[in-house]
Nanobody
Framework: QVHLVESGGGLVQPGGSLRLSCAAS????????MAWYRQAPGEQRELVAH???????NHVDAVKGRFTISRDNAKNTVYLQMKSLKPEDTAVYYC???????????WGQGTQVTVSS
């Protein structure tokens, strides 16, 4: 019943840009915190950026100044605008939805981002 569907991944050259989207259904989107995670080959899944239901954001140091998380509650969608992409950004990017203090959360299936020349 709950679905998070990512889109926008693909192959891009270093220095390029990409915008990821995550469309949510089956939840009251406006009360959920949303986040983007990524997992590179052979590594653990890591947080990339987070946005609260009140539109407060945080981005990990590795992407600060390059990536921007945003949300559009009217479209039940969270975005990750990625600029100045580097090869080390190559990973599967996952969308996450959750509520602070509630143990359950939801994940999308992921979208592949490959940064290569």
């Amino acid at each position: 019943q709950v679905h998070l569907v990512e889109s926008g991944g693909g192959l891009v050259q270093p220095g390029g840009s990409l915008r990821l989207s995550c469309a949510a259904s089956g939840i009251i989107f406006s009360i959920y915190d949303m986040a983007w995670y990524r997992q590179a080959p052979g590594e653990q899944r890591e947080l990339v950026a987070h946005i609260t239901s009140g539109d407060k954001t945080n981005h990990v140091d590795a992407v600060k100044g390059r990536f921007t998380i945003s949300r559009d509650n009217a479209k039940n969608t969270v975005y990750l605008q990625m600029k100045s992409l580097k090869p080390e950004d190559t990973a599967v990017y996952y969308c996450n939805a959750g509520i602070v203090g509630v143990r359950t959360d939801y994940w999308g299936q992921g979208t592949q981002v490959t940064v290569s020349s």
